[in-house]
């Protein structure tokens, strides 16, 4: 059973040394545009935003949907949350550390459904995409929603996210995150051993790597620019920044994606920051921004 996303004081401290290039508003390389919208100033408040947690079970594990009290009374947008390799929805749930970033959502106003993804090793697979799009169903009847979801991918659940967004997706996607994501499924596969037969197993495939078609960086490349959130390090030993986020970047939609770079290991503790949860929430309400200007339902 591979570790918790708990994180060792050692990673925290190295997050904060000041060497190091956490994620600030610095840090974040916006793609060039004439006129870039803006993200709306957010109101200081007194302490987190208060949320109702519903549980929704299925064979594989359950999944989590927060609700800020805030969406009882207005719309709002979703946000579904897939896990890394070998956790559950159970694990962020319970973890501190993801719940930095949660927090910073819900004090948005936006409902958070920390998905099972149909298992822990389930790679982004168009059945476990099947299995979300059924825990949206039932998410989306349980607060006042605005008929926009987002997506955020952890690790592993970058396929996830990114296929939800693409076409042939059960549900409609307007924006996506990534942190330490893989993107590209064929670079996933020929990375180990231990991956190949996961992913393998996930797909029903033999021997022979993914067909492209398979793999959301290869149909990225022949769509149009996506809204991107996406945070990597240079020093990420397991996801490479090279083969996944600054090719996965080059499909970003000017004027609205961010780009963070970060330092330090694969989901160290600068991934969890109160900084970067801002710089998140701040990227998923310049898109609802700009759905409001297009005129799109009020949260």
Known sequence: MRPLLTLSLSLLAAALLPHARAATPQNVLALPT???????????????????????????????????????????????????????????????????????????????????????????????????????????????????????????????????????SPYAVSGVALIDGWADLRAAWGGSMSRRTEIADAYGLGTAPPDPSLNPMAQLMNHAPLPLFVAASPDDGVVSMKANADVLYSRAEAGVSDWVILNGPHLGGNRFTPTLARQLAGFFERLETRELARGGVRR
């Open 34 to 168: 004439p006129a870039p919208l803006q993200t709306p100033a957010v109101t200081p408040s007194s302490g987190p935003v208060p949320a109702e947690t519903i549980t929704l079970d299925r064979l594989s594990g359950p999944s989590f949907l927060r609700i800020p009290n805030t969406c009882r009374v207005q719309k709002c947008a979703l946000v579904v949350v897939a896990h890394p390799r070998g956790q559950s929805a159970e694990r962020l749930h319970n973890s501190p550390q993801v719940n930095v970033l949660i927090q910073a959502l819900l004090d948005a106003s936006f409902a958070v459904l920390l998905s099972d993804d149909g298992g822990e090793n389930t790679w982004g697979s168009p059945a476990a995409l099947d299995q979300v799009a059924g825990l949206h169903t039932d998410a989306v009847k349980e607060f006042e929603w605005s008929g926009r979801t987002y997506a955020l991918g952890l690790s592993m659940g970058g396929l996830l996210a990114l296929r939800s967004a693409l076409p042939g």
